[in-house]
């Protein structure tokens, strides 16, 4: 029935701890060494996502616009950490970069999808602002830290070639050419991937949700095509301005290239 769903109480919560206990038992059995990093994994995932939970419920009910943009800020600086923790790299400082291009992408990308397309009054509403700008985060974060990760590998594994372009006259656009659209296509290619397989391979969780929520399935498939959209463009967009910044810090004043 539209508009009906069915709870979840505690002690089922508990019996879907027993999906976890398959990688942990898997973990021990074949000397993987990740039963910590599962349990770990499994008490943030409960601490973190009721914390959320019980925030979001507090900010609903004030309807403030200061706490859903520090709500909002606060989730793009923890992605730009978790970035940081993935990549790598300690010749090149591409922290500040990071930053401005995820506060810029994901503002950008969120304002255009609650205030325009979805036509949230107001643009902030914590309703849509906070869930939205959540996946554009999510997903652009990963997109960074590949396209970033994949970067640096290159320039590191072809220094020769980019030192030979250099050396020929080039400046550091032309010698790190390859390696920027090769960074820019590996951080893409998830998002689009994703798009090939939405409806046939899976039922993304947004819709899922919405349907589990009693949600119309013809108003969650619009949600979703929304959804799908916007996570391209914003990891287009977000590795588009990271690699942009970048790229510069990772040649000095006298054109050498600085990643070891």
């Given at each position: ?5 069915m ?18 038992i ?10 910590k ?20 419920k ?6 403030s ?35 401005l ?16 397309i979805i036509?949230?009054d ?9 869930p ?6 999510g997903?652009?974060?990963?997109a ?42 590996a ?15 899976s039922?993304?969780?947004m819709?899922t ?46 054109m ?5």
């Open positions: 029935m539209n508009g009906a769903y709870q979840i109480s505690v002690w089922q919560l508990g019996v879907a701890l027993l999906l976890v206990a398959v990688a942990g898997a973990s021990v059995v074949y000397e993987l060494r990740l039963q990093d599962i349990a770990v994994g499994t008490v943030r995932t409960f601490a973190q996502l009721f914390a959320m939970g019980y925030l979001l507090i900010i609903f009910n004030l309807n616009a200061l706490l859903v943009m520090a709500v909002y800020l606060c989730m793009t600086y923890f992605s730009v950490r978790i970035i940081k923790g993935r990549v790598k790299e300690k010749s090149v400082d591409y922290y500040a970069p990071t930053m291009s995820v506060m810029v992408s994901y503002s950008l990308v969120t304002f255009l999808v609650t205030g325009v036509g949230a107001p643009w902030w509403s914590p309703q849509y602002f906070i939205i700008g959540g996946m554009v985060a997903n652009s974060m990963n960074l830290a590949i396209c970033l990760e994949r970067f640096f590998s290159e320039l590191r594994g072809r220094r020769d070639e980019v030192e030979m372009m250099l050396c020929l006259g080039g400046d550091f656009r032309e010698a790190s050419r390859e390696m920027f659209r090769n960074a820019l296509k951080g893409m290619i998830p998002s689009i991937n994703s798009m090939m397989g939405v409806g046939i391979v039922i993304p969780g819709m949700g919405q349907i589990l929520a009693g949600a119309d399935p013809a108003d969650a498939v619009r949600y979703q095509i929304v959804v799908m959209l916007m996570i391209v463009a914003a990891t287009a967009l977000s590795s588009l301005l990271v690699l942009h910044l970048v790229r510069r810090r990772c040649f000095g004043p006298a050498n290239l600085l990643t070891r």
